[in-house]
């Protein structure tokens, strides 16, 4: 028979580890389910040289803050990394992992069947926590399958050593595509291709700001947002030391793809021996399609944080849709308290009594 719980949380990253902090002082019976194997969630995946936009204060889960930096700088991502593994150990939230989740279904009138690859799990709520990492975005650019260089997105980036010496297109104006260019450029031929012209934010900007614009626009202050977009990009120290050599010079996309290189709009061809993309990703949703939540949009609609379709389901961490900043280690942390206190409440109303079976 199948184990029962309150909550079933789906995805073992920082979210997840927010919404246990939260559940772990209700006395509902929850689990995770990881199909990692270790903590940290995306982090495990980030470039060796990524950054934060925030200072230590700025990027730390409830209740234990993140130890600051010792030059006051920016964490690493190998430091988020150990202060993940270090809050597990401190909070033994109850992970399990690896586990893969196959998908999320209906199981009765009062229930969420979550089958998975150790055996299937039945809760009275389900917590989506699986990020975007899995679901990367590339454009479909014409020609692209036609390409016989090195195509690699950002979710899979590490290192610049094997791009040395080679003509590559860094294509994305986010902060992922600032970083990686900032790097690549040392050892390749780089350009940076870009929608539109990039806005650096100023020095002395960082997450802190980002972070309270997303919730001012939440609010609906808009007199409390600085000018800016929500993607400009912060100057971490690799950035700044790359304006500095003046390797920021983007151009506009190519109009399509070769065996060879790229096509530009004047009809120029280039030869290309590798593109980046860092283009961003969308929500991994996929395990949720059984529900029929998903909108064409790609989005499961929400009051926030509660699946409109489905009120059984859950959503955390995913981006501004469904919480300020919530793809944020702060903002996911915030998040969770208001989100984890609904849903205790929701589980608690004479419409959702179900009893669960002792463990």
């Known amino acids: 028979m199948a184990e029962q719980f309150d909550v079933v949380i789906v995805g073992g990253g920082q979210a997840a580890l927010a919404a246990s ?12 389910l990881d199909n990692g194997t270790q903590a940290g969630g995306a982090w495990v995946h980030g470039w060796d040289s990524l950054h934060l936009f925030s200072p ?14 010792p030059d006051g700088g920016y964490p690493t991502r190998d430091e988020v990394l150990d202060y993940l593994h270090r809050y597990e150990a401190r909070y033994a939230p109850p992970i399990r992992r690896p586990v893969m989740v196959e998908c999320v279904e209906r199981a009765n009138g009062k229930l969420l069947t979550v089958r998975t690859s150790a055996g299937d799990l039945l809760g009275r709520a389900v917590i989506g926590a699986t990020g975007t990492w899995s679901a990367p975005f590339v454009p479909d650019v014409a020609g692209r399958d036609l390409f016989g260089g090195t195509q690699i ?9 094997p791009f040395a010496g080679r003509r590559v297109l860094v294509v994305g104006g986010g902060n992922s595509g600032a ?11 780089a350009t940076w291709v870009t929608l539109q012209d990039p806005v650096f934010l100023p020095d002395d900007v960082d997450g ?23 993607g400009d990009i912060v ?56 529900l029929d939540v998903i909108e064409p949009d ?20 995913y981006g501004f849709w469904c919480g300020p900043a919530s793809a944020t280690l702060l903002g996911a942390g915030r998040v969770a308290r208001s989100m984890v206190r609904q849903l205790t409440d929701w589980l608690a109303s ?3 009594d179900v009893r669960l079976p002792k463990p």
Do not use: K
């Open 153 to 161: 997105h950002s979710a899979h980036y590490q290192i610049p050593a």
């Open 350 to 352: 004479p419409t959702q």
């Open 179 to 189: 970083q990686i260019l900032a790097e690549v450029s040392l050892l390749a031929n």
């Open 298 to 317: 790609g989005l499961i609609h929400v009051n926030g944080q509660q699946a409109v379709r489905e009120p059984r389901l859950w959503l955390l961490g």
């Open 208 to 230: 802190r700001v980002l972070f309270e614009r997303a919730t001012a626009r939440v609010l609906g202050n808009a007199g409390a947002m600085p000018t800016g977009g929500f």
């Open 21 to 32: 902090y939260f559940l772990r002082r209700t006395g509902l019976r929850y689990v995770i």
């Open 56 to 69: 230590a204060s700025y990027s730390s889960l409830p209740g234990w803050p993140m130890p600051d930096m």
């Open 235 to 290: 100057m971490v120290p690799p950035v700044r030391a790359a304006r500095e050599r003046g390797v920021f010079h983007a151009v506009r996309p190519f109009v399509r793809m070769t065996a060879t290189g790229v096509v530009w709009p004047g009809g120029q061809e280039e030869a290309i021996d590798a593109i980046i993309w860092c283009t961003g990703f969308r929500p991994a949703l996929s395990a949720f399609a059984p």
